[in-house]
């Protein structure tokens, strides 16, 4: 049997230091495994939020080697046998102890986010959407709320100030999935211009790059959103179009095809778990 | 010290945010009842989530030929005429329009050529009826009714478990628990409770289900006097990851098979086609040609035995590894690669794509998968009225896993989704009408806070040295692995019993440090309590039931007995003991009984036997 050594992050709102843990370890093994171990064994106390264990809930995120990511999908064997392996809580919220942060910025932000409306059935009583059509919106639906792409964006992650008046990939996320959805009928351009803060963000694509999901959250939901807010909101036709018929018709520019789409940004390999 | 504890009320608490728990408090607050939805987790963080295969429902998107009727059929029959007939009537009459109403909240199904909802196969139904997103359907579902919760006015309460329900005389009037990120205590004063808190998979080693499945909901009700039945009724998916260790009992959706993907033992013989049963022979293929030819023409062939119902799949998959035909994990092959091209499997099973390459280093559109039983389900649990899902306490409801009786010995794959909308919606529609009968809220019973207190806070306070959670979690999940598992022995059984005494003692002495803070030794010392109920409950239930039928098998009664298929075992708490009884289960009317089949008359139509009673302690 093997043995694995992991430095932990223990602590709360009062303040916490990192604390070594050896624990032995089984084969396959993840990062969560191990600190199921250390619960187990050496710290019964060892907060730490997990559900599913198969990257499907999002539940235990945390910045293994400073890294935003979900331990139950990082296998121990990528790391070097006896490489160090820091475990911390995500840094852009406040810790309530340990590796579990409180994370209710996400849940009032998503109460800001007029619902979904359906648009009118057709007249045989169904609702038709194509494959074609919806399958731009699901790549958005994959999202689990794991919140690794708001912990890593920067505009809030160094400035607690900008979270009033920001909302963060998640939420773009979001939006743009309503946005383009075939089938929705609210209007939400005002909002997303003058509320969300879309505008703060610079297309780093450092959200993309963590996303478990490997949502493409820059090229394929904050870019044609920026776009659509230039064409209805600066463009003097639209606009004025927009005042006499209210909102435009449904569709957005056409999503970015996988590979480089700006040229000033760098396109991320997605992290291997 | 005096405990301050924290106080609500509401018309109607719901308990357990996963698809039931949601659809309830949506449906309650719709009515008018000011709500409250307290859960475990995080919001949309419910084992819902892990569902992976589709939502069952008549849609007839796919096969004009299917209808409820159908649906019902396959349910019942699926679940060893044990089901509640009304209960699988309603669902299959109603989750049609519950599945429309996601796709009314913005849920994005998989389309057909012409813009329908697209349907998949899955085991045990007879015609392509799970309307599906890839294999994440439960997380679409799930984010769905969260997303459209958001905007109701329902107060979520996360990350709170609850503990006990008080009561004045037979009646709910609230219910106490603890926050569990500062340990602060907390009351609910309230005029209808729903349940909705799943099962207790967690007291098995080799499971699916998260560590929030510890049975809280069931053990709980007992307490409060509920009745519950079929507590012996556990569904061990047949396909769960075998390999590596740390992953073993994730789930592997059924949808691999209800898209082509057949089982295979270690002598590459597709083994299915030795276990079909009697009971479902005329309705499935006896060669491989038949079966790979229904996938397309369902009009003039019979379904692959790869979709038998799960009960008789787990019990083939154990029969071929003891047999010494398993994989080299203790599993066996599960091959889709050499029958569907890469780039399909990829588009309709992403997740499981990603969940091999990610976990077990294994390319699932290039190898097969090693796959063994899990325990996945509890189709027991709380009697509930198929109606209004009443519990036999006053002011108590129940919807979803905790609620028993619609899918009977065994669930069939895809009714669970449809089960948690249609009886999520009902509950929420009893509570909201049970409360506003109620002028006002009751005084909570004084003496059964002080009482849930002392329970919540006793870890803290026994004496230094004391047992340690973790390990007698540990114990506990080898005895019901070892004992009470796929195969049943009342040597076994006996044996569970005794050990569950024994843990039961020792939890009674668990100590925990640390402070109460977001401390999971001392959550998992009280989830412990309800897991030992649930358990207990279970090996009772599967002693008494001295046959096999669905989820439940005895090697010393292997027979399906006649008598036992009109029976429901009902396990109650009378002075403190659990008291089992068994009584009739009522029989369908002539038309619904007329859709079962000409083999199902003699099962479904023994005389109800008189209710005999007899105490075990």
């Given at each position: 049997?093997?043995?694995?050594?992991?430095?932990?992050?223990?602590?709360?709102?009062?303040?916490?230091?990192?604390?070594?843990?050896?624990?032995?370890?089984?084969?396959?093994?993840?990062?969560?495994?191990?600190?199921?171990?250390?619960?187990?064994?050496?710290?019964?106390?060892?907060?730490?939020?997990?559900?599913?264990?198969?990257?499907?809930?999002?539940?235990?995120?945390?910045?293994?080697?400073?890294?935003?990511?979900?331990?139950?999908?990082?296998?121990?064997?990528?790391?070097?046998?006896?490489?160090p392996?820091?475990?911390?809580?995500?840094?852009?919220?406040?810790?309530?102890?340990?590796?579990?942060?409180?994370v209710?910025?996400?849940?009032?932000?998503?109460?800001?986010?007029?619902?979904?409306?359906?648009?009118?059935?057709?007249?045989?009583?169904t609702r038709?959407?194509?494959?074609?059509e919806?399958?731009?919106?699901?790549?958005?639906?994959?999202?689990?709320?794991?919140?690794?792409?708001?912990d890593?964006?920067?505009?809030?992650?160094?400035?607690?100030?900008?979270?009033?008046?920001?909302?963060g990939?998640?939420?773009f996320?979001?939006?743009?999935?309503l946005e383009?959805?075939?089938?929705?009928?609210?209007?939400?351009m005002?909002?997303?211009?003058?509320?969300?803060?879309?505008?703060?963000?610079?297309?780093?694509?450092c959200?993309?790059?963590?996303?478990?999901?490997?949502?493409?959250?820059?090229?394929n939901?904050?870019i044609?959103?920026?776009?659509?807010?230039?064409?209805?909101?600066?463009?003097?036709?639209?606009?004025?179009?927009?005042r006499?018929?209210?909102?435009?018709?449904?569709?957005?520019?056409?999503?970015?095809?996988?590979?480089?789409?700006?040229?000033?940004?760098?396109?991320?390999?997605?992290?291997?778990? | 010290?005096?405990?301050?504890?924290?106080?609500?009320?509401?018309d109607?608490?719901?308990?357990?945010?996963?698809?039931?728990?949601?659809?309830?408090?949506i449906?309650?607050?719709?009515?008018?009842?000011?709500?409250?939805?307290?859960?475990?987790?995080?919001?949309?963080?419910?084992?819902?989530?892990?569902?992976?295969?589709?939502?069952?429902?008549a849609?007839?998107?796919?096969?004009?030929?299917?209808?409820?009727?159908?649906?019902?059929?396959?349910?019942?029959?699926?679940?060893?005429?044990?089901?509640?007939?009304?209960?699988?009537?309603l669902?299959a009459?109603?989750a049609?329009?519950?599945?429309?109403?996601?796709?009314?909240?913005?849920?994005?199904?998989?389309?057909?050529?012409?813009?329908?909802?697209?349907?998949?196969?899955?085991?045990?139904?007879?015609?392509?009826?799970?309307?599906?997103?890839?294999?994440?359907?439960?997380?679409?579902?799930?984010?769905?009714?969260?997303?459209?919760a958001?905007h109701?006015?329902?107060?979520?309460?996360?990350?709170?478990?609850?503990?006990?329900?008080?009561?004045?005389?037979?009646?709910?009037?609230?219910?106490?628990?603890?926050?569990?990120?500062?340990?602060q205590?907390?009351?609910?004063?309230?005029?209808?409770?729903?349940?909705?808190?799943?099962?207790?998979?967690?007291?098995?080693?080799?499971?699916?289900?998260?560590?929030?499945?510890?049975?809280?909901?069931?053990?709980?009700?007992l307490?409060?006097?509920?009745?519950?039945?079929?507590?012996?009724?556990?569904?061990?998916?047949?396909?769960?990851?075998?390999?590596?260790p740390?992953?073993?009992?994730?789930l592997?959706?059924?949808?691999?098979?209800?898209d082509?993907?057949?089982?295979?033992?270690?002598?590459?013989?597709?083994?299915?086609?030795?276990?079909?049963?009697?009971?479902?022979?005329?309705?499935?293929?006896?060669?491989?040609?038949?079966?790979d030819?229904?996938?397309?023409?369902?009009?003039?062939?019979?379904?692959?035995?790869?979709?038998?119902?799960?009960?008789?799949?787990?019990?083939?998959?154990?029969?071929?590894v003891?047999?010494?035909r398993?994989?080299?994990?203790?599993?066996v092959?599960l091959?889709?690669?050499?029958?569907?091209?890469?780039?399909?499997?990829?588009?309709r099973?992403?997740?499981?794509?990603?969940?091999?390459?990610?976990?077990?280093?294994?390319?699932?559109?290039?190898?097969?998968?090693?796959?063994?039983?899990?325990?996945?389900?509890?189709?027991?649990?709380?009697?509930?009225?198929?109606?209004?899902?009443?519990?036999?306490?006053?002011?108590?409801f129940?919807?979803?896993?905790?609620?028993?009786?619609?899918?009977?010995?065994?669930?069939?794959?895809?009714?669970?989704?449809?089960?948690?909308?249609?009886?999520?919606?009902?509950?929420?529609?009893?509570?909201?009408?049970?409360?506003?009968?109620?002028?006002?809220?009751?005084?909570?019973?004084?003496?059964q806070?002080?009482?849930?207190?002392?329970?919540?806070?006793?870890?803290?306070?026994r004496?230094?040295?004391?047992?340690?959670?973790y390990?007698?979690?540990?114990?506990?999940?080898?005895?019901?692995?070892?004992?009470?598992?796929?195969?049943?022995?009342?040597?076994?059984?006996?044996r569970?019993?005794?050990?569950?005494?024994?843990?039961?003692?020792r939890?009674?002495?668990?100590?925990?440090?640390?402070?109460?803070?977001?401390?999971?030794?001392?959550?998992?010392?009280?989830?412990?309590?309800?897991?030992?109920?649930?358990?207990?409950?279970?090996?009772?239930?599967?002693?008494?039931?001295?046959?096999?039928?669905?989820?439940?098998?005895?090697?010393?009664f292997?027979?399906?007995?006649?008598?036992?298929?009109?029976?429901?075992?009902?396990?109650?708490?009378?002075?403190?003991?659990?008291?089992l009884?068994?009584?009739?289960?009522?029989?369908?009317?002539?038309?619904?009984?007329?859709?079962?089949?000409?083999?199902?008359?003699e099962?479904?139509?023994?005389?109800?036997?008189?209710?005999?009673?007899?105490?075990?302690?």
């Amino acid at each position: 049997m093997t043995e694995a050594t992991l430095r932990v992050w223990r602590g709360d709102r009062d303040g916490g230091a990192f604390e070594d843990y050896t624990v032995p370890t089984d084969e396959g093994m993840v990062v969560l495994d191990v600190i199921h171990k250390v619960q187990e064994l050496r710290a019964p106390d060892l907060a730490v939020r997990w559900n599913c264990k198969a990257g499907k809930c999002g539940s235990c995120s945390a910045e293994i080697n400073g890294a935003p990511r979900l331990m139950c999908m990082t296998r121990m064997n990528t790391f070097d046998p006896g490489e160090p392996i820091t475990v911390s809580p995500i840094k852009a919220f406040p810790v309530i102890k340990d590796l579990v942060s409180d994370v209710s910025f996400n849940y009032e932000k998503a109460k800001t986010i007029p619902a979904f409306a359906a648009r009118p059935k057709e007249a045989d009583g169904t609702r038709r959407m194509y494959q074609e059509e919806v399958e731009r919106v699901q790549e958005f639906h994959k999202c689990i709320e794991c919140f690794l792409c708001q912990d890593v964006c920067h505009v809030i992650r160094d400035h607690d100030e900008n979270k009033m008046a920001f909302s963060g990939p998640r939420y773009f996320v979001r939006l743009a999935a309503l946005e383009m959805h075939p089938l929705d009928a609210n209007d939400r351009m005002e909002l997303i211009r003058a509320k969300q803060g879309l505008g703060f963000c610079n297309i780093t694509k450092c959200c993309t790059e963590v996303c478990p999901e490997h949502i493409k959250i820059t090229d394929n939901a904050i870019i044609p959103l920026k776009e659509r807010i230039v064409t209805e909101f600066y463009d003097p036709l639209a606009w004025a179009k927009r005042r006499v018929f209210g909102r435009s018709g449904r569709g957005l520019p056409p999503a970015a095809a996988p590979g480089p789409s700006s040229p000033h940004s760098r396109e991320p390999e997605p992290p291997s778990a | 010290m005096t405990e301050t504890i924290d106080r609500h009320e509401y018309d109607v608490v719901v308990i357990g945010a996963g698809g039931a728990g949601i659809r309830a408090a949506i449906e309650a607050s719709a009515q008018g009842a000011r709500t409250a939805l307290v859960c475990k987790s995080l919001f949309g963080k419910a084992h819902t989530v892990m569902a992976e295969g589709g939502i069952a429902a008549a849609l007839r998107n796919v096969w004009k030929e299917d209808s409820w009727e159908v649906h019902f059929r396959d349910t019942m029959r699926g679940g060893k005429l044990l089901s509640n007939w009304r209960m699988a009537q309603l669902h299959a009459q109603e989750a049609p329009d519950r599945v429309l109403e996601l796709e009314e909240w913005g849920a994005l199904f998989d389309r057909t050529e012409d813009g329908l909802i697209l349907q998949r196969d899955f085991g045990g139904h007879r015609y392509a009826r799970l309307a599906h997103v890839g294999d994440r359907t439960g997380l679409e579902m799930i984010r769905t009714l969260q997303n459209h919760a958001v905007h109701k006015g329902i107060d979520v309460h996360m990350e709170c478990t609850i503990r006990r329900l008080l009561t004045d005389g037979d009646a709910v009037t609230g219910c106490t628990g603890y926050w569990r990120g500062t340990g602060q205590l907390v009351a609910f004063g309230a005029k209808a409770i729903v349940l909705a808190t799943g099962g207790f998979g967690k007291a098995w080693k080799i499971t699916s289900n998260s560590w929030e499945y510890t049975g809280d909901g069931i053990a709980m009700a007992l307490d409060a006097g509920a009745d519950l039945i079929d507590m012996e009724m556990t569904q061990f998916h047949p396909t769960g990851m075998v390999w590596p260790p740390s992953v073993r009992g994730i789930l592997v959706t059924e949808g691999v098979r209800g898209d082509g993907g057949t089982l295979v033992n270690s002598l590459g013989r597709r083994f299915m086609f030795d276990y079909i049963p009697d009971f479902f022979r005329k309705d499935t293929a006896p060669t491989e040609d038949e079966a790979d030819r229904w996938y397309t023409d369902k009009a003039n062939n019979r379904r692959t035995p790869d979709l038998l119902p799960r009960d008789e799949v787990a019990r083939a998959i154990n029969a071929e590894v003891k047999a010494g035909r398993g994989s080299p994990h203790g599993g066996v092959f599960l091959d889709i690669a050499s029958r569907r091209d890469a780039d399909y499997i990829r588009r309709r099973l992403p997740s499981m794509y990603h969940q091999f390459k990610e976990l077990a280093d294994v390319d699932i559109t290039a190898s097969a998968m090693e796959v063994g039983p899990t325990l996945h389900y509890l189709m027991g649990g709380v009697r509930v009225e198929a109606d209004t899902a009443a519990t036999t306490v006053p002011g108590l409801f129940a919807a979803g896993e905790v609620a028993a009786g619609m899918h009977g010995a065994n669930r069939l794959g895809g009714n669970s989704l449809s089960d948690l909308l249609v009886f999520g919606r009902r509950a929420g529609l009893g509570a909201a009408a049970h409360a506003a009968t109620q002028r006002s809220w009751r005084r909570p019973d004084e003496a059964q806070v002080a009482l849930s207190t002392r329970e919540i806070l006793a870890p803290f306070e026994r004496p230094e040295v004391g047992e340690d959670p973790y390990q007698l979690h540990g114990l506990l999940q080898r005895t019901m692995q070892a004992n009470a598992g796929i195969i049943r022995t009342e040597d076994e059984l006996t044996r569970v019993l005794a050990d569950i005494g024994k843990l039961r003692a020792r939890a009674l002495k668990v100590r925990v440090s640390g402070g109460r803070t977001y401390n999971p030794a001392w959550h998992l010392a009280l989830d412990l309590l309800s897991m030992l109920t649930c358990a207990e409950a279970t090996a009772l239930a599967a002693l008494r039931r001295t046959e096999s039928r669905g989820g439940h098998t005895r090697s010393d009664f292997p027979a399906t007995d006649l008598a036992w298929g009109s029976k429901n075992v009902v396990t109650r708490r009378r002075d403190g003991v659990l008291v089992l009884t068994d009584e009739p289960i009522p029989a369908p009317p002539d038309d619904l009984h007329r859709l079962l089949g000409d083999d199902a008359p003699e099962q479904a139509r023994v005389e109800p036997e008189l209710v005999i009673e007899a105490a075990r302690s």
